[in-house]
Nanobody
Framework: QVQLVESGGGLVQAGGSLRLSCAAS????????MGWFRQAPGKEREFVAT????????FYADSVKGRFTTSRDNAKNTVYLQMNSLKPEDTAVYYC???????????????WGQGTQVTVSS
């Protein structure tokens, strides 16, 4: 059973930073695209960022562009989401996912982490 485990969430004040990590077991992430999604209470899951298996130019949602950066360390089988200049509207459960292609559509990813809570206070 493939497992993706996110970590690094927490409570931060507006303007602060957090770095999320997504580590995999029983799957070598180096051959898979990785995506980040988030879901706020009462809202649908939304795309945040994606990165190809090779770490090529990531793609971001407009709402996080210029503030969030995703990267990967295939040697550590880990993907990261650096979140800067956080806003209260970034509050959500953040999920990482792996799949064959780097897309914005959650249905194209076949394995998901359990999620980590990010709360940004005003």
């Amino acid at each position: 059973q493939v497992q993706l485990v996110e970590s690094g969430g927490g409570l931060v004040q507006a303007g602060g930073s957090l770095r999320l990590s997504c580590a995999a077991s029983r799957r070598t992430l180096s051959t898979y695209a990785m995506g980040w999604f988030r879901q706020a209470p009462g809202k649908e899951r939304e795309f945040v960022a994606t990165i190809t298996w090779s770490g090529g130019t990531p793609f971001y949602a407009d709402s996080v562009k210029g503030r969030f950066t995703t990267s990967r360390d295939n040697a550590k089988n880990t993907v990261y989401l650096q979140m800067n200049s956080l806003k209260p509207e970034d509050t959500a459960v953040y999920y990482c996912a792996s799949g064959p292609r780097a897309t914005t559509m959650p249905e194209t990813y076949d394995y998901w982490g359990q999620g980590t809570q990010v709360t940004v206070s005003s």
